[in-house]
């Protein structure tokens, strides 16, 4: 079955806690991405992927890292998460560019 | 950079009524369209998108219709049904690099 994975589906955690968010894709697309959804803001991009080891800033990377050593793992990092990180991720994944993009289940986070 | 404004934020609708929801782009460069679905709880998925080539397209109830000129793209559902009820995000961008997504609108279908 074609899906994009993410792990954990919730968690709750300290200002301060490094925490990594997985995201898995089977469909051997090349772009992959991040968003945060918050409520009035919709869909903002943190980065994104254009194929292995290529990354680039979204609109909201401050606080954020990434990585793409493999074509179907695209990782989030937060080193140093903060409260105002708290919102809910997405992952997405697509065959070239943004189009037509395939979103994971999505991870929701609390930072107290 | 590219900006994404939406309208409306919340709409209501009878059953069976025509639902319209409108965006407007900033960069004249964006050539993809997308209209994402989100049913509550659920993931965005995509329902139809358009390319700047192309002035509408239509999938069964659905429509979407772009002017590059006025920097404006629209969605239209036909015979609206309970099962649209869903926040509608529309997006702007490239098809190579971003798309940058807008606020969302909260549709309420009225059985």
């Known amino acids: 079955e074609a899906q994009v994975t993410q792990n954990p589906r919730y968690l709750i955690t300290v200002t301060g806690k490094k925490l990594t968010v997985t995201c898995s894709q089977n469909?051997?697309?090349?772009?992959m991405s991040w968003y945060r959804q918050d409520p009035g803001l919709g869909l903002r991009q943190i980065y994104y992927s254009m194929n292995v080891e290529v990354t680039d800033k979204g609109d909201v990377p401050e606080g954020y890292k990434v990585s793409r050593k493999e074509k179907r793992n695209f990782p989030l990092i937060l080193e140093s998460p903060s409260p105002n990180q708290t919102s809910l991720y997405f992952c997405?994944?697509?065959?070239?560019?943004?189009?037509?993009?395939?979103f994971g289940p999505g991870t929701r986070l609390t930072v107290t | 950079g590219e900006n994404v404004e939406q309208h409306p934020s919340t709409l209501s609708v009878q059953e069976g009524d025509s639902a319209v929801i409108k965006c407007t782009y900033s960069d004249s460069a964006s050539n993809y369209f997308p209209w994402y679905k989100q049913e509550l709880g659920k993931r965005p998925q995509l329902i139809i998108d358009?390319?700047?080539?192309?002035g509408e397209k239509k999938d069964q109830r659905i429509a979407v219709t772009l002017n590059k000129t006025a920097k404006h793209f629209s969605l239209h559902i036909t015979e609206t049904q309970p099962e649209d009820s869903a926040v509608y995000f529309c997006a702007a961008g490239t098809s190579y690099d971003k798309v940058i997504f807008g606020p969302g609108t909260s549709l309420s279908v009225i059985p």
């Open positions: 997405a994944s697509s065959f070239s560019g943004p189009n037509e993009q395939y």
């Open positions: 469909m051997n697309h090349e772009y």
């Open positions: 358009i390319r700047s080539n192309v």
